[in-house]
């Protein structure tokens, strides 16, 4: 009986309260029924256990089919662990609404004061460890001993490592890479920008690869789930307020019914880890309705139990007809800011030389090409985004939230993939070209500064021979996208699915090894190594090997603690590699040359005056007129 408070604390709790506050608590905002035809079910339970000032508040709004006097026995559970067994009479614990317990909706609104004694069988662990996987569970008895009703309900601390901090370091840190690769290279220091940048965008992908990860449907431990939406901004996935206002308004106004989940959490209960693929089957029929635009959260409801894509929208306090339109707007906005700035880099480059400030030939390159570069640069950002809009493009083909986001969708799918399947066909040509004529696919794709800026994006992190491995890459994303997309309702076929992608992505790039040279052949079979450990602990999460549920706990702390550690060490690399980019004299020294001597073809054309004019009279010698020289 003096364990009362932990159920009470555990299920239900304040989700406005700020996750880093000094306040210690125990809190929960959902409450779900673990039994088929269950005589009781909550609509809002929000409960509130505060030991420093002693005080329990509970707000209740319930419906019970129960009659007569009852018993309730509670179970509290921790990392898999039973920590609490009790037995609960209500009519001892003075609460005349629930003794005896009769027909219909009650209402309670408390503020209970708790001895000392109880307090203090509370260990303080469970205020501190982020969060917390626990879960307390009700079973309720009638006087023969028959069961009547069970309820569920996730405990938590308020403590999470889901944090703005780690979002920020880690978005600030990975752009880093890639602007350091940029003036690297404008200093003339190819190899250092080439690595610099390879390293950078392996350790965006890394990031993606752990948001996409969280995306499948299965259960995941709170840990977990936590750490993965630290890196949900590689997917566009980012809040702001007055933006999505104006999604909902163009949902509405385009035909579609935009969701009011996050608009009504004071009147819903809300669980975000999905309990079973049956189990929500069975319940949704009577907990959920769906509405004309195919989208299930429309219509407030008793219980709404989010799992996958929905319970990343949720926790990053966005609307689930709204989550696609988000990742396509940042796609757009930060292609459209980078883009902007090559432009505006360009004039002012031209204003200095023509105010004398700078020397006519400074930036010769950048001002001559800025075209190409800006082409360049915008494959760049398609490569980054092709994760990002894929996986969102094919969801929202099964969501359907209005005829104009479907539009979008598919517009958006074709895109992506019509281009780089193209830049990938440009890049295999040339390197076939220049076996031929020249026994070596590194000449022209190195030699030809022209395809060098446009289509370099493809190749220029693998070896020359590896010219083709772009396509397993391309492949290899959007084969895992489709079943992230349209595996939603199937988390236990995506964790088996997932982790035998992963198992044969490591083994290819283990036996290929196909990036410029060895250094970053290890790092990115490091970090392909660490995700496929990621998958087969995803593999776990979806219960089909039955392990107990404290192997379960564990492993999600594993997950965590894995990958917090492998983060930290890719992030000190990245800024030792940044530092010496930038403050050595020669950071190109700190590189060993090439195999593929890709450094000689790019200084040649560079250092001999018409170069280009003598491949071109040489290929219409050879009678080769489709020659690009």
């Given at each position: 009986?003096?364990?009362?408070?932990?159920?009470?604390a555990?299920?239900a709790?304040l989700?406005t309260?700020?996750?880093?506050?000094?306040t210690?608590?125990?809190?929960?905002?959902?409450?779900?029924t673990c039994?088929?035809?269950?005589?009781?079910s909550?609509?809002l339970?929000?409960?509130?256990?505060?030991?420093?000032?002693?005080?329990?508040s509970?707000?209740?709004?319930?419906?019970?089919?129960?009659e007569?006097?009852?018993?309730a026995?509670?179970t509290?559970d921790?990392?898999?662990?039973?920590?609490?067994?009790?037995?609960?009479?209500?009519c001892?614990?003075?609460?005349?609404?629930?003794?005896?317990?009769k027909?219909g909706?009650?209402?309670?609104?408390?503020?209970?004061t708790l001895?000392?004694?109880?307090?203090?069988?509370?260990?303080?662990?469970?205020?501190t460890?982020p969060d917390?996987?626990?879960?307390?569970?009700?079973?309720?008895?009638?006087?023969?001993?028959s069961?009547?009703?069970?309820?569920?309900?996730?405990?938590?601390?308020?403590?999470?490592?889901?944090?703005?901090?780690?979002?920020w370091?880690t978005?600030?840190?990975?752009?880093?890479?890639?602007?350091?690769?940029?003036v690297?290279?404008?200093l003339?220091?190819?190899?250092?920008a080439?690595?610099?940048?390879a390293?950078?965008?392996?350790?965006?992908?890394?990031?993606?690869n752990?948001?996409?990860?969280?995306?499948?449907?299965?259960t995941?431990?709170?840990?977990?789930s936590?750490?993965?939406?630290?890196f949900?901004?590689?997917?566009?996935i980012?809040?702001v307020n007055?933006?999505?206002?104006?999604?909902?308004w163009y949902?509405q106004?385009t035909g579609?019914?935009?969701?009011?989940?996050?608009?009504?959490?004071s009147s819903?209960?809300?669980?975000?880890?999905k309990r079973s693929l049956?189990?929500?089957a069975?319940?949704?029929?009577?907990?959920?309705?769906?509405s004309?635009?195919?989208s299930?959260?429309t219509t407030?409801?008793t219980?709404?139990?989010?799992?996958?894509?929905?319970?990343?929208?949720?926790?990053a306090?966005i609307e689930?007809?709204?989550?696609?339109l988000?990742g396509?707007?940042?796609?757009?906005?930060?292609?459209f800011?980078?883009?902007f700035?090559?432009?505006?880099?360009k004039l002012?480059?031209e204003?200095?030389?023509?105010?004398?400030?700078?020397?006519?030939?400074?930036?010769?390159?950048?001002?001559?090409?800025w075209?190409?570069?800006?082409?360049g640069?915008?494959?760049r950002?398609?490569?980054?985004?092709?994760?990002?809009m894929?996986?969102?493009?094919?969801?929202?083909?099964?969501?359907?939230?209005?005829p104009?986001?479907?539009?979008?969708?598919v517009?958006?799918?074709l895109?992506?993939n019509?281009?780089l399947?193209w830049?990938?066909?440009?890049?295999?040509?040339?390197?076939?070209?220049?076996?031929?004529?020249?026994?070596?696919?590194?000449?022209i794709?190195?030699s030809d500064?022209?395809?060098?800026?446009r289509?370099?994006?493809?190749?220029?992190?693998?070896?020359?021979?590896?010219?083709?491995?772009?396509?397993?890459?391309?492949?290899?994303?959007?084969?895992k996208?489709?079943?992230?997309?349209?595996?939603q309702?199937?988390?236990t076929m995506q964790?088996i699915v997932?982790?035998?992608?992963e198992f044969f992505?490591?083994?290819?790039?283990?036996?290929?090894?196909p990036?410029?040279?060895?250094?970053?052949?290890?790092?990115?079979?490091?970090?392909?190594?660490?995700?496929?450990l990621?998958?087969?602990?995803?593999?776990f999460?979806?219960?089909?090997?039955?392990?107990?549920?404290?192997?379960?706990?564990?492993?999600?702390?594993?997950f965590f603690v894995?990958?917090?550690?492998?983060?930290?060490?890719?992030?000190?690399?990245?800024?030792?590699?940044?530092?010496?980019a930038?403050?050595?004299?020669?950071?190109?020294t700190?590189?060993?040359?090439?195999?593929?001597?890709?450094?000689s073809?790019?200084?040649?054309?560079?250092?001999l005056?018409?170069?280009?004019?003598l491949?071109?009279?040489?290929?219409?010698?050879r009678g080769?007129?489709n020659s690009?020289?």
């Amino acid at each position: 009986m003096r364990h009362l408070p932990l159920l009470m604390a555990g299920l239900a709790g304040l989700a406005t309260l700020p996750p880093a506050s000094a306040t210690r608590l125990i809190k929960s905002t959902s409450l779900q029924t673990c039994i088929e035809n269950s005589d009781f079910s909550a609509s809002l339970f929000n409960v509130i256990f505060t030991p420093d000032n002693r005080t329990i508040s509970i707000d209740i709004v319930a419906v019970s089919s129960l009659e007569g006097n009852v018993t309730a026995e509670l179970t509290i559970d921790a990392y898999g662990l039973t920590v609490v067994t009790d037995t609960i009479n209500p009519c001892d614990l003075g609460m005349d609404q629930l003794c005896p317990m009769k027909p219909g909706q009650f209402d309670l609104q408390t503020d209970t004061t708790l001895d000392v004694g109880v307090i203090n069988s509370i260990p303080g662990i469970a205020y501190t460890v982020p969060d917390l996987d626990g879960t307390a569970r009700v079973v309720i008895y009638n006087s023969s001993g028959s069961q009547l009703a069970c309820v569920d309900a996730r405990l938590s601390n308020g403590k999470t490592v889901n944090s703005t901090i780690v979002k920020w370091v880690t978005a600030v840190i990975a752009g880093l890479a890639l602007v350091v690769s940029a003036v690297a290279s404008g200093l003339g220091h190819s190899s250092t920008a080439a690595h610099v940048a390879a390293n950078g965008l392996s350790l965006f992908g890394y990031f993606q690869n752990i948001a996409i990860i969280g995306m499948c449907s299965m259960t995941l431990p709170p840990l977990t789930s936590a750490w993965a939406q630290d890196f949900e901004w590689t997917m566009g996935i980012i809040k702001v307020n007055f933006m999505q206002s104006i999604f909902n308004w163009y949902i509405q106004a385009t035909g579609g019914t935009p969701s009011t989940l996050l608009q009504n959490l004071s009147s819903v209960s809300i669980n975000v880890q999905k309990r079973s693929l049956e189990y929500l089957a069975k319940r949704s029929a009577g907990l959920i309705a769906r509405s004309n635009n195919n989208s299930d959260l429309t219509t407030i409801s008793t219980t709404y139990t989010l799992h996958g894509i929905r319970r990343v929208a949720y926790l990053a306090g966005i609307e689930i007809t709204n989550l696609f339109l988000t990742g396509f707007t940042f796609f757009i906005f930060f292609t459209f800011i980078i883009s902007f700035i090559l432009v505006m880099l360009k004039l002012i480059f031209e204003g200095l030389s023509r105010m004398n400030w700078i020397a006519p030939d400074r930036f010769g390159e950048f001002r001559q090409r800025w075209l190409t570069i800006i082409k360049g640069t915008m494959y760049r950002m398609i490569l980054i985004g092709f994760p990002q809009m894929t996986i969102l493009s094919l969801w929202e083909l099964t969501e359907r939230d209005s005829p104009a986001a479907i539009v979008l969708a598919v517009v958006m799918l074709l895109m992506v993939n019509g281009l780089l399947a193209w830049a990938a066909f440009k890049v295999i040509r040339l390197a076939k070209r220049s076996v031929a004529v020249y026994k070596n696919p590194a000449y022209i794709l190195y030699s030809d500064s022209a395809a060098l800026t446009r289509w370099g994006f493809v190749y220029v992190q693998f070896r020359a021979t590896a010219y083709y491995f772009i396509v397993p890459v391309l492949l290899y994303t959007f084969i895992k996208a489709c079943f992230i997309a349209f595996g939603q309702g199937a988390g236990t076929m995506q964790g088996i699915v997932l982790m035998v992608i992963e198992f044969f992505y490591l083994l290819l790039i283990s036996i290929v090894k196909p990036y410029m040279d060895r250094r970053t052949n290890i790092f990115n079979i490091t970090i392909q190594s660490v995700n496929f450990l990621n998958a087969i602990l995803f593999f776990f999460f979806t219960g089909v090997t039955k392990v107990p549920s404290i192997v379960i706990g564990v492993m999600g702390v594993v997950f965590f603690v894995l990958n917090a550690a492998f983060a930290l060490v890719l992030l000190i690399m990245i800024i030792i590699s940044c530092l010496f980019a930038l403050l050595s004299k020669n950071p190109d020294t700190r590189y060993q040359p090439m195999r593929d001597d890709r450094a000689s073809f790019i200084k040649s054309t560079a250092q001999l005056p018409g170069v280009m004019e003598l491949e071109a009279l040489g290929a219409t010698a050879r009678g080769n007129t489709n020659s690009k020289y």
